[in-house]
């Protein structure tokens, strides 16, 4: 995954506490969709797995968007939103 690539969230996020609310089939019609604007490498840290040890930073296309992995706290709640490559996946081309 790199910086422009289309995203949606994963049958792994929308399972998790936080995401759930955008499973319920509320963007069947309009799917959630996101452009990945900035990937950061968070170093070589002892404690976090690979999938932690990158953030990607994404701008939903839609008003009523998680603002991180943990829901919709807002922009302004959390200093440095972002999603981990498990939250994310492709979007597909069909």
Do not use: C
């Not at 069947?28 to 990945?36: E, R």
């Amino acid at each position: 995954m790199k910086a422009g690539d289309l995203v949606t969230l994963s049958a792994y996020a929308k399972q998790t506490v936080d995401l759930n609310r955008w499973a319920l089939g509320r963007w069947i019609k309009n799917p959630l969709v996101g452009i990945v604007v900035k990937i950061e490498a968070m170093g070589d840290r002892k404690y976090h797995s690979q999938n932690q040890n990158m953030r990607y930073h994404i701008n939903w296309m839609h008003a009523d968007a998680p603002a991180s992995r943990w829901g919709s706290y807002g922009y302004g709640a959390r200093s440095n939103p972002y999603f981990y490559r498990k939250d994310l996946k492709f979007v597909s081309k069909s």
